[in-house]
């Protein structure tokens, strides 16, 4: 009895975050309207999310002409076209929450999803109205789809690359199916059994949650506090307590 009024009190006081801004990117190789199997696993956060308050949006990194490249706008730098700066970045920066997805190729990453990250750490030289690095007070996570290993090896590496420009990372910030070994059914093809498996839906509604309940609590105060990271007090000489000279005695 105890433990069903512990559920039924759980379930009556899930937080609302109508205040959250959040992006879904797919990296997906597929353009639309391709079904994407990545794109499956990822409606599932998406629709949770969107229960919880938080404004959604959500795109295909392939839909859109974007130049290869580490600069913000790869149009300065040789390429005729590149709808970064005009399509994808600002709903990038105007979210609290991104979450990348995308399929596993030979173990790793796709070739899109890399994409995104160079184009991530392009922007990483710009900065927040308190003079730290752009991405600071936000949240990211991770969604991975395949017929083989890698959704370790992959999370590693992409939410390594997301705290290293400015993300933070919350517990338990990524997730994902992966099929039998070989050309098996992928993850929305019937009979797969993706949908309906326990282990990713769990670990999907953990990511969501742990996402939503991060960003809120940074949202709420005020982002990561200034003092210690700010770029422009360290250009302008303020070394926030370091000593690059210690008397060793």
């Known amino acids: 009895m105890a433990t069903e009024t512990s559920a039924q ?3 009556a006081e899930a937080p609302r975050y109508d205040g959250l801004k959040a992006v879904f990117i797919n990296c997906t190789l597929k353009k639309s309207p391709e079904m994407s199997h990545t ?6 956060s998406i629709d949770l ?3 919880a308050g938080v404004h959604v949006d959500s795109l295909r990194f392939v839909d859109h002409d974007i130049a290869i490249g580490v ?9 005729e076209k590149d709808a970064w700066m005009d399509e994808v970045w600002p709903l990038i920066e105007a979210a609290d ?6 399929p596993i190729w030979l173990g790793d990453n796709s070739s899109v999803t890399r994409m995104l990250i160079e184009r991530l750490y392009a922007m990483s030289g710009e900065f927040n109205d308190k003079g730290q690095y752009v991405f600071y007070g936000k949240v990211g996570g991770a969604l991975f789809t395949g017929n083989e290993d890698g959704v370790k090896h992959s999370a590693m590496s992409l939410l390594y690359s ?6 933070v990372i919350p517990p338990a910030a990524d997730a994902g199916w992966l099929g039998e070994i070989g050309p098996g059914p992928s993850y929305l093809d019937e009979g797969s059994g993706g949908p309906e498996n326990d282990f990713t839906n769990r670990n999907t509604t953990f990511m969501s949650w742990n996402l939503m309940h991060l960003a809120s609590i940074l949202k709420n105060a005020g ?3 200034a003092y210690g990271n700010s770029r422009k007090e360290w250009n302008d000489g303020e070394r926030f307590g370091f000593d690059a000279n210690p008397e060793y005695r």
């Open 9 to 11: 009190s759980t379930a």
């Open 223 to 225: 982002g990561v506090p």
């Open 162 to 167: 997301l705290q290293h420009i400015g993300y």
């Open 49 to 51: 999310m969107r229960s």
């Open 71 to 79: 600069y913000p706008d790869m149009r300065e730098h040789g390429w």
């Open 39 to 44: 794109q499956g696993l990822m409606d599932k």
């Open 97 to 102: 929450i991104l979450v990348i997805g995308g």
